[in-house]
DNA sequence: CGATTTCATTCATCATATGAAATAAAAAGA
DNA sequence: TCTTTTTATTTCATATGATGAATGAAATCG
């Protein structure tokens, strides 16, 4: 697997241009140049080319800002000039979808299979059954299919092996490389949380945040991080742990097997837990609360229950340290808190905001931003769209 | 200020083979082809016209390895083809240097004086009067003076700005531009830290490593990130504040007024702090304990005086803590801890090494090789004479 | 000494980017 | 209505930079 060679590998700036295009939604030639530093005429001579290959096409009605001189002629992709298919595995669960060359996405495709009793090869025979299906579906007006992107909980490998994932009880499973012998295309694993991060990153009114954590709050808590405008991956595939930094040396066990991570007092299955132990509530699978539970948790705090308060209070507590550690180390310019977990974002900011004003001094706490984002089941897959897209190097 | 205008800024490929040639000392011509990935023809080319600039000279005597062919003709690049000026500010002290357009530095010109009552326009004064020495002073065989670069302890905003400074009582000082205007030279500040870290990977075994933390150990306790091969600087100038990562949340106050912080448990400061506390030590200026005193503190240790040892246990504990988040955050390939205080990491690197253990899950340590790295004074004033060099962007 | 090997240069060629000029399509003004 | 002005796009000749192929240079090997 060396890249997915679809619009990137051939001239770079034909390559700036798409990108461009993609993210800046329907342009005109003259704003295409002022955006990726070209002058007017190679940008003629480039979206000609583009044209010709059947990438861009003239948006026809939509005549944007009319003024004085010659009217703009907007440009946009054509979705259905290429396609990749995009996969989601977390627990007990695998979804796929088509996505086209806008990044856009189709109707998911959803299966429940317990995971967790899955082989390496069963594992890759499940996602194989489900793609062959998506592929054959693909409408007959898509031009080539060009790559294959998988999402997953859990850490990976240079984009090709599940190093571990709470949804499998294997190990180091190469997903990626048997798919691509398969299909015969280019395939690359990444991350769940990245994707996320991708495709938030990708809104126009963040393209000037150069330095980027979106902290994913849910039954676990993860992050993604873009840092000098592309994805932060560690080599190893590591990284971006976000849940399982330390708060408290000594606290209770997390699903790590260690103590006093984050993720132990901020994470669904942690919060449901402390409640249980305090509050009258169903026991049906702790590990697991379901949406209905914590947002009954979320009611619960919200209508002044006491308990339920302060429960949200200490996770509010640990996630400003956590936020703080995170803001010293890194010092973005924005973090942004989503994921199902955001629901109780406001129960839990006040103590947040207060723990980061202990921890951190002002001159680093006013360089950083930080505000919930609403959260989007679609995130994830879209994510994978836009990096296989985007052209995401293996290795 | 835009850029420092040397080598960068002209095409691409002549600047990536001055650089290959900086870093990988001398070269012969083909090896520079198969390094910058250029085919022979381009490289004789771009060599051909750097060699009419003077800006590069083949090595007379040295003819390495040879074997059976033509022999290889080595390039190494002209010292004397340019030169900056290199400043390092720290408290009471401020040095000076000229650095060559290898990246080596000539003799430090040093002043001490108390840096703490400067006022703003008279700190500029300082560093311009010592520059205006340097100046003077440059060899007629010399080239072009092409900018300035300053080293600072501190926070600094866009290579330009000094938020904050251990040295200063002044907030919020530009410290470039007053310099560049008098001057009429490009002038970049970095953090202190960053310059280490520049430095360090520079070395030629340290090429490969994509994501490298050096961690500094002294008076304070820093860190440098190089992220994806680059300097990570947040755009605020802000981040890799490691030592102001926290550890115990009620733990001691810290010179940032806040508690708990690793640097409050590691940095010279506070060992002698609590050493002098159970011990029969020396009162002199305990905020900025000698050399000599901290050596002495470590030889107790050393000797297996139990309150000594206890004291380093304690520090590496709390810098395997800070280094498990470091790690759980970023994953970087290799942390080198350095700084004055390596003097003590022998009897801190066990209870490091269990604190990490502790706290982060196998498959994140792995993925990580800790090690110290010697320390060398030197190694501040290099790297921001290698930044220039190497086209540190403002802004 | 000639054959072989490796390194370096020359040169014609190709691809890409660009400035200048031309062309196109609208609104504004007379 | 017709011209002028304004802005957008295209055309074209030109410059720049990278490259393959061919050539030349300088060593070792047999």
């Known amino acids: 697997m060396d890249k997915i060679d679809l619009d990137h590998s051939q001239p770079l700036n034909r390559h700036r241009i798409l990108q461009a295009v993609r993210l800046h939604g329907p342009l005109a030639r003259v704003d295409l140049g002022a955006i990726v530093a070209l002058s007017p005429a190679s940008v003629s001579s480039i979206t000609g080319d583009l044209m010709r290959d059947g990438l861009i096409r003239e948006v026809p009605g939509k005549d944007a800002g009319r003024g004085r001189g010659r009217p703009k002629v907007m440009i946009e992709l054509t979705p259905t000039a290429a396609c990749m298919i995009a996969v989601k595995l977390s627990i007990n669960r695998i979804e796929v979808t088509l996505g086209d060359f806008t990044g856009g996405i189709g109707p998911l495709q959803v299966r429940a299979l317990n995971t967790l009793e899955l082989t390496d090869s069963g594992l890759v025979e499940a996602l194989a059954e489900m793609i062959e299906a998506c592929i054959a579906a693909i409408p007959s007006e898509f031009g080539p299919l060009t790559g294959i992107g998988l999402a997953v909980q859990g850490l990976v490998h240079k984009h090709e092996t599940l190093v571990w994932s709470p949804a499998l009880t294997v190990r180091n499973v190469n997903i990626a490389a048997p798919l691509a012998r398969r299909f015969h295309l280019p395939v690359i694993a990444m991350n769940d949380a990245d994707c996320i991060a991708v495709s938030i990153r990708h809104r126009p009114e963040l ?8 902290v994913m709050l849910g039954a676990g808590v993860g992050m993604g991080l873009i840092l000098g405008g592309k994805l932060h991956s560690a080599s190893s595939g590591a990284g971006a742990e976000f849940g399982h930094t330390k708060y408290q040396l000594d606290g209770p066990l997390c699903h790590c097997g260690r103590r006093g991570c984050i993720e132990s007092f901020v994470g669904d ?28 948790l979320v009611e619960l705090a919200r209508s002044g229950h006491p308990v339920a308060t302060s429960l949200f209070q200490q996770a509010g507590r640990a996630l400003g340290y956590g936020l703080s550690n995170l803001i010293a180390l890194i010092g ?17 900011e006040d103590e947040m905001r207060r723990s980061l004003e202990e921890a951190l001094v002002d001159t680093l706490l006013e360089q950083t931003e930080i505000r919930a984002y609403p959260w989007d089941e679609d995130l994830t897959i879209r994510g994978i769209v836009l990096q296989v897209l985007g052209g995401a190097k293996a290795g």
């Open 207 to 214: 393209q000037a945040v150069e330095n980027l954590a979106v």
């Open 269 to 296: 299955y942690a919060l449901y837990r402390d409640a249980r132990s305090m509050l009258d509530l169903p026991n049906t699978d702790a590990l697991h609360p379901s949406d209905d539970q914590m947002q009954a």
């Open 332 to 348: 973005p310019d924005l973090v942004l808190i989503t994921g199902s977990g955001v629901r109780g974002y406001a129960e839990m």
